[in-house]
T-cell receptor, first 114, second 113 residues
Framework: AQSVTQLDSQVPVFEEAPVELRCNYS??????LFWYVQYPNQGLQLLLK??????LVESINGFEAEFNKSQTSFHLRKPSVHISDTAEYFC????????????FGSGTKLNVKP | DAGVTQSPTHLIKTRGQQVTLRCSPI?????VSWYQQVLGQGPQFIFQ???????GRGNFPDRFSARQFPNYSSELNVNALLLGDSALYLC????????????FGPGTRLLVL
């Protein structure tokens, strides 16, 4: 069975501090990985994705994530967060040969404090 | 270009009733997926439609059904509503299916009393 685990339900952090949001998955076949962000009262927006190639992927607003196959992880990092990064972040996977279904984690609420 | 639109934005129903939620994809997108997001949880996949055919179905009872129209818009129907159906229902569209980036609408918040 496919599962996505986001280990932290909430992450409080001060502005300009670094942050890591953790995501682990379980799958017996190859996967493709995504991070989505959800601001209050809005739908989900794609932040970044790993399909193939370099295992380090970056977003336009300073986030990055690294696909680690041996540790089955796809942690999201940012070296210096802003107040505007306060949102809920969801990790998602789709599985090779079963492209129809996106499996989402339970989400991590990032709360950036001034 | 307009993003994915969903209607209505909010809805209140009572147990046993039926509900229809609507989704218009981004122009040019042929794939529509539906998700249920219960408060405090991540979205759960319900259906995916591509070119008007069902391409995937999640672990939801037969009370949930959907269809896609020739203009690629979609409806999600839920019959015999239960209290547990209260959730945010998200629609996402994509140019194709599979590894394509999905673009999400703002959702329809359904409350079942």
């Amino acid at each position: 069975a496919q599962s996505v685990t986001q280990l932290d339900s909430q992450v409080p952090v001060f502005e300009e501090a670094p942050v890591e949001l953790r995501c682990n998955y379980s799958s017996s076949v190859s996967v493709y990985l995504f991070w989505y962000v959800q601001y209050p009262n809005q739908g989900l927006q794609l932040l970044l994705k790993y399909l193939s190639g370099s295992t380090l992927v970056e977003s336009i607003n300073g986030f990055e994530a690294e696909f680690n196959k041996s540790q089955t992880s796809f942690h999201l990092r940012k070296p210096s967060v802003h107040i505007s990064d306060t949102a809920e972040y969801f990790c998602a996977v789709i599985r090779e040969g079963n492209f129809n279904k996106f499996y989402f984690g339970s989400g991590t609420k990032l709360n950036v404090k001034p | 270009d307009a993003g994915v639109t969903q209607s209505p934005t909010h809805l209140i129903k009572t147990r046993g009733q039926q509900v229809t939620l609507r989704c218009s994809p981004i122009s040019g997108h042929k794939s529509v997926s539906w998700y249920q997001q219960v408060l405090g949880q991540g979205p759960q996949f319900i259906f995916q439609y591509y070119e008007k055919e069902e391409r995937g179905r999640g672990n939801f009872p037969d009370r949930f059904s959907a269809r896609q129209f020739p203009n690629y818009s979609s409806e999600l129907n839920v019959n015999a509503l239960l209290l547990g159906d209260s959730a945010l229902y998200l629609c996402a569209s994509a140019t194709g299916w599979g590894k394509e980036t999905q673009y999400f609408g703002p959702g329809t918040r359904l409350l079942v009393l």
